[in-house]
């Protein structure tokens, strides 16, 4: 079979993909799948959003099966190659804009809030927060507590549920009041190991800017990057980890190990152990790479013994008196579990989820990208490392709820781009219609599909900020808020470690009980509107004063401007 023939196969191998992919949207819950047991969310997201971008993935491949001239494509993608640099550092500031445009610089959920706002408790200098005891559960949600958050009822003390490495990261730019440039920067670093790491394995530039074309022509990527999730920095820790260990020295291999260890406290060790895992089995099934295995582990441990096991022993500590705090071998049971027909279901829609949200076909370039490179160590091993991320999450009992992509996958969706641009090396100017093809369709998913989630996402946000009625000024107002009032309004209630925000934005406990409240605490503050979602009470320039304990002034907390003090 000629290479024109297989090339116009797997065209149309990618459109089929594409129509199956569309498919599975219009058979959930209609004939085969079913959503039963997915969280509201996730269905919305699955059913709604990700359907219509299913339509433009078939629209663009059956446009791109119609460039049949790979020459411009090569032009532009020889140019990127050229210029990684120029293209991370373009892609640095076009995504802080996003994030500041698209994202309105907000953390969406309590998924992006927790390191947010421990963040700003490592940037004051501190490891914990402390809130006015007896208002911990007005300020968090009472559900969130021992999930997101970690909140002592009887000291006060806050930090977040999951382990602290990206709200480290975090810190220094919350410092400078630019934690929206956090995710970009890393995602542009990322960009750059994408096609360090394609160059390396292929010796060909021009393989390396398919790389960076299918990386910033994906959905996922620029939706991750402006986001405040930690997946970005997992995808760019584990990309530089392996980097390091392509070609190892023991000083490479105690530099992985320390990136490794930013990786595993991230959030939680589970992306980075189920990444890095195939690449310590080969460093202790090959004899020529066992000498690395010490200076590995040696450099894994610092960091993995001060954030990793210090951090859980700190909230063992706080959290000592919620209830459900020793029930971690319980919760670890009801999460992690044998697969059944629902989880699976879930692992479908994820994969559709994947489709729609990368370069049409991409899977199947990388797919393609995997097999001519069937020889190389590295490939295998990135393989590897993919297919054993999104394995492990089978066992997974969650869906993931929010999330722009298959988050979940995302620590590992570096490799994707890596190896499909390994499928474009060797490739004809004059007859090869791959190349045509993969760069038609990256080109139209730029300009198509990216914007239209880009489009999503703002209006996502919009109209969930919109839930609430604008603050009053000047002066201070105070939101108490009906969790389960409207879809996600429970993670509306969000508040600064230190109180600072000029607005806010507290847990109601019915209208009358918020009533004595409000007249407890702020006795001239004005009831301004209402609805569903709750009351807002306006303070104007009243004393914004919240007693310590006891509604003593002797010791009080203020908001708006003043950092969480206890007056003596």
């Given amino acids: 079979m000629s290479t024109r023939v297989t090339n116009r196969h797997l065209i149309l191998v990618g459109i089929l ?50 460039s049949i001239r790979p020459a411009p494509i090569l032009k532009l993608v020889d140019f990127l190659g050229s210029h990684p640099v120029a293209v991370a550092v373009a892609s640095i500031i ?69 382990w602290p490495g990206f709200a480290l990261l975090l810190a220094p730019f919350q410092k400078l009041g630019i934690p929206w440039l956090c995710n970009p920067i890393l995602a542009g670093i990322g960009l750059f190991f994408i096609y360090r790491i394609t160059f390396e394995i292929t010796r060909d530039r021009r393989a390396g800017g398919f790389a960076l074309l299918f990386a910033v022509a994906s959905g996922a990527f620029v939706a991750n990057a402006i986001s405040f999730y930690s997946m970005q920095a997992h995808l760019t820790a584990n990309l530089v980890f392996a980097w390091l260990l392509m070609s190892p020295t023991r000083r490479r291999a105690l530099a992985a190990g320390l990136v490794g260890s930013v990786a595993l406290v991230l959030h939680n060790p589970l992306p980075h152990a189920l990444f890095a895992f195939p690449w310590l089995v080969a460093l202790v099934w090959e004899k020529s790479q066992r000498k690395f295995l010490a200076p590995l582990i040696l450099g894994y441990l610092p960091i993995s013994i001060i954030a990793g ?46 489709w729609v949200w990368a370069v049409p076909c991409l899977f199947l370039f990388a797919f393609v990208g995997r097999l001519r490179q069937a020889g190389n160590r590295h490939v295998r091993l990135l393989t590897h490392s993919a297919v054993l991320t999104f394995l492990g999450y089978l066992f997974v009992n969650l869906d993931q709820g929010h999330g722009w992509g298959y988050r979940y996958f995302h620590s590992a969706w570096g490799v994707v ?28 998913s730029l300009l198509i599909i990216v914007p239209f989630q880009m489009w999503q996402i703002d209006g996502f946000i919009t109209r969930h900020l919109a839930q609430l009625p604008p603050a009053l000024r000047p002066g201070n107002d105070v939101y108490l808020i009906r969790p389960g009032a409207s879809f996600y309004m429970a993670d509306m209630i969000q508040s ?48 914004r004063r919240v007693p310590a304990a006891g509604g003593t002034a002797s010791k009080h907390f203020i908001f708006a401007g003043t950092p969480l003090t206890r007056s003596r």
Wanted: a neutral charge.
């Fill in 17 to 66: 993909l594409c129509v199956i992919c569309l498919a599975y949207f219009y058979l959930l819950d209609n004939w085969i799948f079913s959503s039963r047991g997915f969280s509201p969310i996730f269905q919305l997201l699955v059913a709604v959003y990700d359907a219509k971008a299913a339509w433009l993935c078939v629209a663009v491949s059956l446009l791109a099966a119609f």
């Fill in 417 to 444: 781009p890596i190896l499909a641009g390994c499928a474009m090396t060797g490739r004809s100017e004059s007859q090869d219609r791959l190349p045509a093809f993969a760069g038609a369709a990256a080109i139209l």
């Fill in 496 to 543: 600064d470690p230190n109180l600072r925000s000029r607005d806010l934005l507290l847990v109601s406990r019915g209208a009358k009980a918020d009533a004595a409240f409000v007249g407890r605490y702020w006795p001239g503050a004005v009831r301004v509107s209402g609805g569903y979602w709750g009351e807002q009470w306006y303070l104007g320039a009243r004393d």
């Fill in 94 to 162: 076009l995504l802080s804009l996003g994030t500041i445009f698209i994202y309105h610089d907000y953390p969406l959920c309590m998924d992006e809030y927790a390191p947010i706002f421990q963040s700003k408790v490592f940037a004051s200098g501190h490891l914990a927060a402390h809130f006015p005891a007896q208002l911990v559960d007005r300020l968090i949600v009472p559900g969130f507590n021992g999930v997101f958050m970690i909140a002592s009822a009887h000291s006060g003390q806050v930090i977040e549920a999951y």
């Fill in 309 to 354: 096991v210090g951090w859980l022993l700190l909230r063992m500590k706080i959290g000592a008196d919620i209830p459900h705090a020793a029930l971690t071998d319980s919760a670890l049971a009801a999460i992690f579990r044998w697969p059944d027909a629902v989880m699976l279901n879930m692992r479908a829609a994820a994969l559709a989820i994947m």
